[in-house]
């Protein structure tokens, strides 16, 4: 599919037809999409080099949504409405304008909106990897023909709601109370209701200590307060008579 999204301010179609080159709104994005496939693609963010603006079919990617009038995507067969425009959050950058296109046929990141607004994209392997300074944003891995990345990856966390009572401590991988915190902190959530390390099964059985221990690495100037374990599974008693957690720890 070939397509752009242009604005008619007076409602009446273009005078150069439905390819309107010269407008300022012009989205083009080049994709071998069969509608059958819609919904599979609305799983995904797709990046494409050929894209001038961004355009989206799942609305609540977006925040600071505005609705629109005579705004439309053409492709060869018929032109199809952006209703709304908004703001896309892709780690710490806000991508915008971005327009909701519901009867478009995937989310359609633009490479060259996304490098106007401080992001730079660079290709290895196969995949396209979105660095914002030195942090890995988001990866764009080859799938097929397109390189898409999964929205749960990167979805807009303000829309999100989430409940008071969530243990933000079983959620992080039985993370450190002083992690837990400083994480709670910087994205306005709330840790009242989660577990503490003192009275967790988990961390008793599966940590050597029950708060991060004071020990150093060679190469480590600080504790490990931001230790991450995920508990895999407590093997059956030995034959020596002992049971040992299986587990998996990373400092992030």
């Not at 609305?42 to 050929?50: E, H, I, N, Y």
């Not at 020990?215 to 480590?220: A, E, V």
Request: charged letters at 15%; aromatic letters at 10%.
């Amino acid at each position: 599919m070939v397509g752009m999204v242009h604005g008619q301010e007076s409602g009446s179609q273009s005078t150069s037809g439905p390819f309107d080159v010269e407008s300022d709104r012009s989205n083009f994005f080049v994709g071998t999409v069969q509608h059958s496939s819609r919904e599979y693609y609305s799983r995904f963010l797709v990046f494409d080099t050929g894209a001038t603006q961004s355009c989206v079919i799942n609305l609540e990617l977006l925040t600071d949504v505005q609705p629109l009038t005579n705004h439309f995507m053409n492709t060869f067969s018929s032109p199809i409405e952006a209703t709304h425009v908004g703001t896309l959050k892709i780690g710490d950058y806000f991508i915008n304008p971005v327009y909701h296109v519901p009867n478009g046929c995937a989310n359609i990141l633009s490479a060259s909106q996304l490098i106007d607004h401080g992001l730079k994209p660079h290709f290895k392997t196969d995949q396209f990897l979105l660095k914002g300074g030195d942090k890995i944003v988001a990866t764009f891995p080859r799938i097929g023909r397109l390189f898409l990345a999964p929205i749960s990856d990167y979805i807009c966390v303000v829309n999100m709601k989430i409940p008071e009572n969530f243990d933000w401590h079983y959620a992080l991988g039985h993370a450190s109370d002083k992690y837990v915190d400083i994480f709670c902190r910087h994205n306005n959530a709330s840790s009242a209701m989660s577990t503490k390390s003192a009275n967790c099964e988990i961390c008793t059985k599966a940590k050597i200590h029950r708060t991060p221990h004071s020990r150093k690495l060679p190469s480590s100037t600080t504790p490990f307060h931001r230790l991450h374990t995920d508990v895999l599974q407590i093997t059956p008693i030995s034959k020596f008579g002992y049971r040992y957690v299986l587990d998996l720890s990373i400092e992030v």
